[in-house]
């Protein structure tokens, strides 16, 4: 069965410091990816997304991602924190059904 | 539309009513879905509609649940006899049916049964 699992409900940084969000995955076919980001009382915004194209791939606000299939992992990371950042972060994963299968999510708290 | 809409954004509601939510998929996406986000539970798959295909409705936790979609657009989402469990925020996404492109979602519904 495919899953995805995010280290940590809760992380914390300091402004300019670097984020890492952890997400791992289990999947029996090359999976898509996404990151998706919630501000409070809003829906989920598309950070970025892995399609097999890149490795590396670049989002919006900054925020980038590494497919490690050796790994099976697809952290997030942006190298210097905003105080704007802070939000709910989700990893998911497509299934062969076209369902988005979510992380149970990873709350980023920015300290000034 | 330019994003997904759903309203109402905000409903409060007593044990035991019906309740019924909507959403406004983007214009020429082939695809809506339904998800629940309630504390402790994350994000929970609801129901699919795919074009004119059958909808996939194994997220349903109850019969109590039910979704309809018109015209390949605009759909539904109903619970019927609602129960404090069904406290949560409900969020449509609606894609263009392929599945490199993710989902857009729509703002969600908060749901409170009291």
């Known amino acids: 069965a495919q899953s995805v699992t995010q280290l940590g409900s809760h992380v914390s940084v300091s402004e300019g410091a670097l984020v890492l969000l952890r997400c791992n995955y289990s999947?029996?076919?090359?999976?898509?990816l996404f990151w998706y980001v919630q501000y409070p009382n809003q829906g989920l915004q598309l950070l970025l997304k892995?399609?097999?194209?890149?490795?590396l791939v670049k989002g919006i606000n900054g925020f980038e991602a590494e497919f490690k299939k050796s790994e099976t992992s697809f952290h997030l990371t942006k190298p210097s924190a905003h105080m704007s950042d802070a939000a709910e972060y989700f990893c998911?994963?497509?299934?062969?059904?076209?369902?988005?299968?979510f992380g149970s999510g990873t709350r980023l708290l920015v300290r000034p | 539309g330019a994003g997904v809409s759903q309203s109402p954004s905000n409903k409060v509601t007593e044990k035991g009513k019906d309740v019924e939510l909507r959403c406004d998929p983007i214009?020429?996406?082939?695809?809506l879905y339904w998800y629940r986000q309630s504390l402790g539970q994350g994000l929970e798959f609801l129901i699919y509609?795919?074009?004119?295909?059958?909808?996939?409705k194994s997220g349903l936790p109850s019969d109590r649940f039910s979704a309809e979609r018109t015209g390949g657009s605009v759909s539904t989402l109903t619970i019927q006899r609602t129960q404090q469990e069904d406290s949560a925020v409900y969020l449509c996404?609606?894609?263009?049916?392929?599945?490199?492109?993710?989902?857009?979602f729509g703002s969600g519904t908060r749901l409170t049964v009291v």
């Open positions: 214009s020429g996406h082939t695809a």
């Open positions: 509609f795919q074009g004119n295909s059958a909808p996939d």
């Open positions: 998911a994963l497509m299934d062969s059904s076209y369902k988005l299968i």
């Open positions: 996404a609606s894609s263009p049916g392929t599945a490199e492109y993710g989902y857009t």
């Open positions: 892995y399609t097999s194209a890149a490795t």
């Open positions: 999947s029996s076919v090359p999976p898509y």
